[in-house]
């Protein structure tokens, strides 16, 4: 899922741009994110910036041919820099650039791998905690020799109290690092989509096996849970109970406001759309309804 994240009354909320299907075929995570990949390039304007979590490759970003782009990378990645180092008295000439190594790791044999000193170091203070970036400019993928012609990108180190590990961001326009840091975190409100979706419609499990069914129906989940944080977003704030002295318009106050109010006679509903009145009480219900038993064994 594709959205843009913008904001209402104070509340930032993702608004949904695409829904990618898996292919029934290629039904790969790489064939899932090159489709993504290639309809985010075609709708990205200039002045956007692509927003990616831990799971797709810098590679298949850079490839797809996206602009401006923050992407999550593992604490592991190393890259290059796109110049040489300094000529050694003896041997050939270098090709590659000199290795950087943003986070330090432990080897298989135990031993200490430190990491390569960085090329900028910004802090700041935010709700009173001290954050912490290191910066890696123009750098290129390990197997790139030197050129002037490589796209290159940066790399954050930021180090922040209220999280366990670093966050490592590739980067592909110098930013300051304290935007770098407010514009990752602000992929939060994508996920509220699906949050929404699953908890509070309550479309957490299902129960289709058609194909079609099975691509169609969290494509309506989604659109639902989008439509119910953005009512919940314009609509007044509505108290849970006597006790809640500082309601916020959040999607689960909404959905408990309308649970048990009757459903208007009076809106406009296409003529296709009727009660089956079909009895059913003689039929098993739920997960008794598709449970296989075994043939009874014949003679």
Same mark, same amino acid.
């Given at each position: 899922?594709?959205?843009?994240?913008?904001?209402?009354?104070?509340?930032?909320?993702?608004?949904?741009?695409?829904?990618?299907?898996?292919?029934?075929?290629? !039904?790969?995570? !790489?064939?899932?994110?090159?489709?993504? $990949?290639?309809?985010?390039?075609?709708?990205?304007?200039?002045?956007?910036?692509?927003?990616? /979590?831990?799971?797709?490759?810098?590679?298949?970003?850079?490839?797809? *041919?996206? !602009?401006?782009?923050? #992407?999550?990378?593992?604490?592991?990645?190393?890259?290059?820099?796109?110049? $040489?180092?300094? @000529? @050694?008295?003896?041997?050939?000439?270098?090709?590659?650039?000199?290795?950087?190594?943003?986070?330090?790791? @432990?080897?298989? /044999?135990?031993?200490?791998?430190?990491? +390569?000193?960085?090329?900028?170091?910004?802090?700041?203070?935010?709700? !009173?905690? =001290?954050?912490?970036?290191?910066?890696?400019?123009?750098?290129?993928?390990?197997?790139?020799?030197?050129?002037?012609?490589?796209? +290159?990108?940066?790399?954050?180190?930021?180090?922040?109290?209220?999280? /366990?590990?670093?966050? $490592?961001?590739?980067?592909?326009?110098?930013?300051?690092?304290?935007?770098?840091?407010?514009?990752?975190?602000?992929?939060?409100?994508?996920?509220?989509?699906?949050?929404?979706?699953?908890?509070?419609? %309550?479309?957490?499990?299902?129960?289709?096996?058609?194909?079609?069914?099975?691509?169609?129906?969290?494509?309506?989940?989604?659109?639902? %849970?989008?439509?119910?944080?953005?009512?919940?977003? +314009?609509?007044?704030?509505?108290?849970? *109970?006597?006790? /809640?002295? &500082?309601?916020?318009? =959040?999607?689960?106050?909404?959905?408990?406001?309308?649970?048990?109010?009757?459903?208007?006679?009076?809106?406009?509903?296409?003529?296709?759309?009727?009660?089956?009145?079909? &009895?059913?009480?003689? #039929?098993?219900?739920?997960?008794?309804?598709?449970?296989?038993? &075994?043939?009874?064994? +014949?003679?």
């Amino acid at each position: 899922m594709v959205g843009d994240v913008g904001e209402i009354h104070g509340q930032r909320l993702a608004l949904p741009r695409a829904i990618v299907r898996v292919h029934p075929k290629y !039904g790969t995570v !790489g064939s899932l994110w090159y489709e993504v $990949l290639r309809g985010v390039a075609r709708s990205l304007k200039v002045d956007d910036i692509l927003v990616l /979590d831990a799971g797709v490759k810098i590679r298949q970003v850079l490839e797809a *041919g996206i !602009g401006n782009f923050v #992407l999550r990378l593992a604490v592991n990645f190393t890259a290059n820099r796109n110049f $040489l180092p300094q @000529k @050694k008295e003896k041997g050939r000439l270098a090709q590659y650039g000199e290795l950087v190594r943003p986070l330090a790791r @432990k080897g298989k /044999d135990g031993r200490i791998i430190e990491a +390569t000193s960085p090329d900028e170091t910004q802090a700041w203070v935010e709700d !009173g905690r =001290t954050i912490r970036a290191e910066i890696w400019r123009d750098l290129v993928f390990n197997e790139n020799k030197v050129s002037e012609n490589n796209r +290159t990108f940066d790399v954050y180190a930021i180090h922040d109290p209220e999280y /366990d590990k670093p966050w $490592l961001l590739a980067v592909s326009v110098p930013l300051n690092a304290k935007s770098v840091h407010a514009i990752y975190k602000d992929r939060w409100p994508v996920e509220q989509i699906p949050l929404s979706a699953k908890h509070m419609v %309550g479309a957490h499990r299902q129960f289709v096996h058609n194909e079609e069914s099975i691509q169609r129906l969290p494509e309506l989940v989604l659109l639902a %849970g989008s439509v119910l944080s953005f009512l919940a977003a +314009t609509a007044p704030a509505i108290a849970t *109970g006597f006790w /809640d002295r &500082k309601p916020k318009r =959040t999607p689960g106050r909404f959905r408990r406001a309308l649970h048990g109010k009757a459903f208007p006679e009076d809106a406009p509903i296409s003529g296709q759309v009727r009660k089956k009145n079909s &009895k059913t009480d003689h #039929l098993p219900k739920g997960i008794l309804g598709h449970r296989r038993r &075994k043939a009874p064994l +014949t003679a």
